[in-house]
């Protein structure tokens, strides 16, 4: 065991983690970044990025705060290519070494690479930890040769029993009833077009599902590519340690455990089942120990933070088990931590210090989550003390005869009075404006021998017995596996059920529980661990309601409370901590003044703001218009000839050209000499891995890229909307043609000569031609699709029963199925005039504004300027004078962007496959699409005109979009 006294590193790793992110983030905008990383994590990164490309086809994107802690990674480790945490400093940041203990750096623990990812509770450290895990995967799998700086071995730790389980459904999928576990409900599967290109998809999930190893299998399943081991801390160590550094005479078992660490006569005894499994991790430690390479990520690392004992700081069994591991693997051992709170705290009272690890590499507070919106804002419920017993004289602990915990204190009693309170409003007011959400509050409790007393006062004060959820534990918020397979179904559900409403507990939701509707937090716990403390409030800030609908609303109530310090105007994401004396430090030093603070009992029209629930008119039918969905009646009837390979494109280069870049006979090798580098020796070896099957695959990638389409829906969820299609057949067939006929521009063989290999020797440049090509034949089959052919699904407006809308922003009219519709809070100016204006206008009839997350099916598909197929939604659609009018009110000055060109003439199409349609197919009008500006619009309204010469001055054609002449001359603009 290693004995050192430490000089504390205080906030200096924070210092070292900012300078990071400011080179990371300059290199980055420079476009030097991806110029310096491997094909593989260009790819990677082009995909990821929040702002790139990729982005706006998915409903959901890494954060501001993830997607920094990504960049940082792979910039110290891919980029710089550090291999310990002195090199670290020694580079980056050099002039903070004068203030560390250099020695300290020089430890083992420290000599291979090493980063610490700090991120604020609740904002998504589990999914920087799985795009890490693909990065170094598929470098590892495809370097060229092998540099030491990736590996297929991944080791994940988990602290306790409910990490370890939410790391296992994140890989694994929820567990069944049965025991077993859904793939279908893991992140990978749920969130696979933020994490998983198209093309990677198989291999990904086949590595997943065919290396993860739960703890008991580590070293005794085989596996193929690699290896996933998932474990929680107990595997590593042989006997547990005290968590946050309790005293002896808290915990006066933790000495006897030291003298006496294995005690006759009890379950933990020298029995012989005590003994195998002791002998049974010794096999696991060596299994890892012998792994070439491995990558561990420490999920929740804080536990990993060293001991104090007396004066001397003592590792922990879990980072000995780790140097254990890394012993001969030197920098080919990989270390991330994650934690929120990667301190230890040394000192007592206004002495008292945060020592943050050293190796911190990115830094994403909680007060930036909170001014992001990312998590809930946080509000202290605090008592008026005028007239009242003062704060200072109330007691917040149990009472106790000796050592039995006798009652509840009076200041505890009136901390739960104050949660019940908090939790009726919210209760009632929240599930009148949307009757599935279910506020819920948790109980901190200080021992375990007080939570009976609190579920028996909560009983007393009116709450029935299925309200109140009692979860049973150690002191240190353990349970046993059993134990813990009967709470978790219940307790992971709770957002979708009405009870239990509150949970009350000791230490064993403080890290890992992952609910979203803690809406107040009860701490009768008085700890003063910093640690403990930003936990507990942790568990409440994962957001509850989700969508544009509540954006608004979370934004201004943080200015109210973060810029302008006022109490806000709703608590619609707003958690609540009922007052604890012991948290006023905690409150004023950590969160500096991002906690607002709430004196009086909120008032009905404060917990929900001005959001409300509209529903349909009495009369809707009378204004309701549908979307048209043209559907390929049989696959079979669509014709060959419309995939014809005649209009599709060759390659720029000749296969001659071509052919000299690859050699054909196989994979070339050569030696090079050690110390001055001379290469020699080269050699081919021959190797036909591209079979007929793998060709297939290949071709079946380019389906998946030109057919696969999702479309967008309400929450995180995506619906399956029929569209009209293409046989994939056809398109499988149609890609194999393209290949060996067209491509080249003459006859081209894949499986002869290793001829594959010319498809692949431009990174993606053939394979994006060849995909392109083939989307914009399926995309132009889909346009000359013969209305015979096909049948029409309508979907009406009002199968959307109910809208919510903010009051402040929405409009009373009279042409719409909805009492009232919504316009946007921020430059919504246009949009209300022009709502105002045409529901004014005789001439019109009937109008819809369409929202994407309600009116997810109103969409048009057309094909963006990578190739793959989209999704567009106009804004309005307009009946009046016999005409239905497509409307998009945006700037023009849009216009030469390509993607909004491709939008708009697939929208021109698309009203003209709608116009071929028998008029009662189409609402008896025919159809067009508008693009409005505010100019236009403005100008046209002071000169008198109405809203059929708005709109038919502003109808676009494809003429007007390529800015040809074909208008004026008399043609058709194809």
């Known amino acids: 065991m290693v004995n050192i006294k430490s000089l504390g590193t205080k906030d200096i790793p924070l210092k070292l983690a900012k300078r990071i992110t400011e080179e990371a983030d300059a290199l980055w905008k420079s476009g030097d970044y991806m110029q310096k990383v491997t094909p593989i994590t260009q790819e990677l990164l082009k995909f990821w990025d929040p702002n790139g490309i990729f982005a706006d086809e998915r409903n959901i994107n890494f954060h501001v705060g993830q997607w920094q802690a990504i960049l940082n990674v792979i910039y110290v480790h891919e980029i710089l290519k550090l291999k310990s945490v002195g090199e670290i400093y020694t580079q980056i940041y050099p002039e903070l070494l004068a203030q560390m203990d250099l020695l300290d750096l020089k430890r083992d623990k420290y000599e291979h690479p090493k980063y610490c990812v700090k991120m604020a509770t609740g904002t998504g450290k589990t999914w920087v930890l799985d795009a890490l895990l693909i990065w170094q995967y598929l470098n590892s799998k495809y370097e060229e040769s092998e540099s030491g700086e990736y ?363 992952d609910v979203n509707n803690i809406c107040v937090i009860v701490p009768l716990r008085s700890a003063s661990s910093y640690v403990l403390l930003e936990q507990l409030i942790g568990r409440g800030l994962r957001l509850m309601w989700r969508g544009p609908d509540y954006d608004d609303i979370r934004s201004e109530n943080r200015e109210k409370l973060l810029v302008k310090k006022e109490e806000p105007d709703s608590y619609i994401d707003i958690l609540s901590l009922v007052e604890h004396p012991n948290f006023i430090e905690y409150y004023e030093r950590v969160l500096a003044g991002m906690v607002g603070k709430v004196g009086e009992e909120p008032t009905k029209t404060k917990v929900v ?150 498809l692949l020797i431009t990174q993606q440049s053939i394979i994006k031609h060849i995909v392109s090509n083939i989307a914009q034949a399926v995309y132009d089959s889909m346009k000359n699709l013969k209305v015979n052919e096909a049948r029409i699904v309508k979907k009406y407006f009002s199968e959307v029963p109910e809208i919510r809308v903010r009051e402040t922003y929405a409009i009373s009219v009279a042409k719409n199925i909805y009492e009232k519709i919504s316009y946007p809070s921020h430059s919504g100016g246009f949009e209300k005039d022009f709502i105002e204006f045409i529901d004014a206008d005789s001439k019109v009839k009937a109008f819809v504004k369409i929202n994407e997350y309600y009116n997810d099916f109103a969409n048009i598909i057309y094909i963006r300027d990578d190739g793959l197929l989209a999704h567009y939604y106009p804004d309005f659609m307009i009946r009046a004078c016999d005409q239905i009018y497509l409307v998009e009110t945006k700037s023009e000055r849009d216009m030469s962007n390509k993607n909004v060109q491709n939008k708009r003439l697939a929208a021109i199409d698309w009203v003209g496959k709608v116009n071929e349609l028998p008029v009662e197919e189409r609402m008896n009008c025919s159809w067009s699409y508008v693009l409005l500006s505010q100019n236009t619009f403005e100008q046209m309204k002071k000169q008198g005109a109405t809203t059929c010469e708005i709109l038919e001055y502003a109808k676009l054609t494809k003429a007007k979009v390529r800015g040809t002449l074909g208008d004026y001359m008399g043609f058709k603009d194809y």
């Open 609 to 758: 703001g001005d959001l409300i629930r509209v529903g349909l008119k009495p009369n809707f039918r009378d204004y309701d218009l549908f979307w048209v969905i043209i559907l390929q009646e049989k696959e079979e009837e669509l014709a060959v000839p419309d995939l014809s390979i005649e209009k599709l494109d060759p390659f720029p280069m000749k296969l001659d050209e071509l052919k000299p870049l690859v050699k054909n006979k196989g994979d070339t090798f050569y030696s090079e000499e050690l110390t001055v580098k001379t290469t020699f020796g080269e050699y081919t070896v021959s190797a036909d891995i591209f079979t007929a099957k793998s060709y297939n695959s290949f071709i079946q990638k380019v389906v998946n890229a030109v057919s696969v389409i999702h479309v967008n829906a309400r929450g995180r969820k995506q619906r399956d909307f029929p569209v009209m299609q293409v046989n994939s057949a056809l398109i499988a067939k149609l890609t194999d043609e393209y290949i060996r006929h067209r491509l080249f521009g003459e006859e081209f063989d894949p499986l002869k000569d290793n001829n594959w290999r010319i």
């Open 151 to 513: 590996s297929r071995n991944f080791l994940l730790v988990a602290p306790g029993i409910i990490v370890y389980e939410r790391l296992l459904d994140a890989y694994i999928g929820k567990r069944r009833e049965d025991g077993t576990r859904d793939f279908e409900q893991s992140d990978f599967w749920k969130f696979e077009k933020l994490f998983i290109p198209p093309a990677r998809k198989d291999e990904i999930f086949g590595f997943i599902q065919g290396c993860v190893s739960q703890k008991e299998e580590i070293g005794k399943k085989v596996t193929g590519d690699g290896l996933i081991a998932i474990t929680n801390w107990h595997l590593l160590t042989e006997d547990e340690e005290a968590i946050d550094a309790e005293s002896p005479l808290d915990r006066p078992d933790i000495t006897v455990n030291e003298l006496l660490p294995i005690t006759p006569g009890n379950s933990q005894g020298h029995s012989l089942e005590e003994l195998d499994s002791q002998y049974l991790r010794g096999q696991e430690l060596d299994y890892l120990a012998n792994l070439p390479s491995l990558v561990v990520f420490n999920d929740e690392a804080h536990h990993l933070g060293e001991m104090k004992k007396s004066d001397e700081i003592v590792e922990k069994k879990w980072q000995e088990a780790l140097d254990k591991i890394s012993e001969n693997k030197k920098s080919r051992f990989i270390q991330v931590d994650f934690s929120a709170t990667p301190y230890v705290v040394t000192g007592s009272g206004q002495s008292r210090v945060q020592n943050h690890f050293p190796h911190i590499v990115a830094n994403f507070e909680l007060v930036d989550a909170i001014k992001k919106g990312l998590v809930k804002t946080v509000a202290i419920d605090k008592r008026k003390e005028f007239g009242a017993i003062p704060l200072e004289d109330l007691e917040f602990k149990a009472e106790r005869e000796g050592r039995q915990v006798s009652s509840l204190s009076d200041g505890q009693k009136l901390m739960l009075r104050a949660g019940m309170k908090k939790l009726n409003i919210l209760e009632e007011e929240f599930t009148k404006l949307d009757p599935t959400k279910y506020p819920k509050m948790l109980v901190v409790c200080e021992d375990t021998k007080v939570v009976p007393l609190v579920v028996a006062f909560m009983m007393q004060e009116g709450y029935s017995e299925d309200e109140v959820m009692e979860i049973h534990s150690t002191k240190k918020g353990d349970v046993s596996e059993d134990e813990w397979k009967v709470i978790e179904q219940r307790l992971f559900d709770i957002d979708r059920h009405e009870k239990p409403k509150v949970i009350v507990s000791v230490l064993m939701l403080r890290e890992g529980f």
